[in-house]
């Protein structure tokens, strides 16, 4: 009898073990799966809002002019003669630009904060300290998430050559044009050098790079766009509105 009755304690007590690991793995699961709506669908919320506020804030600093007609039916991309107006590298953590990309949509803009840490990828796209600002001769160099805080550079691999770019700062806009793409390791840090992946030669030309994590939710190598400086214009001449135009198979 008293066999039976220890028998039947070690077995309330593997039971409740089992339901006790049990209601710890459901509870682990629900968390697990709260973290991650929080990384994917939170993050973007929050991240929008705090980015739209900032191009707003940006805006006002700015002698803000409409674009304006084109003096032609095409431009032609060719750099331009107007001098760019002297900027002032920014603290980090600043931000200092606004970037418009007519293939991710009419209304995509995103701020460029000074510095790649993740404070400032957090906040919108981040320029590579050291690197060219933009419009300079060399390597205007930025990185931006793909997933989570906003995701600025979620479609990069949608740019295909000849999109436009457009940098806005106070005093211009800059206008780079893709030239084309490579998926690279985390390593080949030479794709921000001041010419793109050649590490030590001497910049002629003014150049964009956007780097960003590939594949989506992974880490584990770059995609990386370059693009040539085509033209700047200054603010109080405007911004030709077909440097805006949104092209076919655009993903905003």
Known sequence: MRRARDEDSRVRALRWVVGTIGELLITFGLLLLLFVAWQLWWTDVTANREQAVAIQALERGFTHDAYLPDPSPTPEPEATAIPLATLKIPPVGQ???????????????RPVLQGTEHDMLGKGVGHYVGTALPGQIGNFATAGHRTTYGKPYADIDQLRPGDFIVIETKANYIVYAVQRHVIVTPDHVDVIAPVPQRPGATPTEAWMTMTACHPKFSAEKRYVVFSKLVRI????????????????????
Request: hydrophobic share 55%.
């Open 233 to 252: 214009f200054t603010r109080a001449d405007g911004l030709p509105a077909s440097f805006m135009a949104v092209p076919a198979g655009a993903v905003g």
């Open 95 to 109: 931000a200092f630009a606004i970037v418009r990309i007519p293939r991710f949509g009419a209304d995509y803009a």
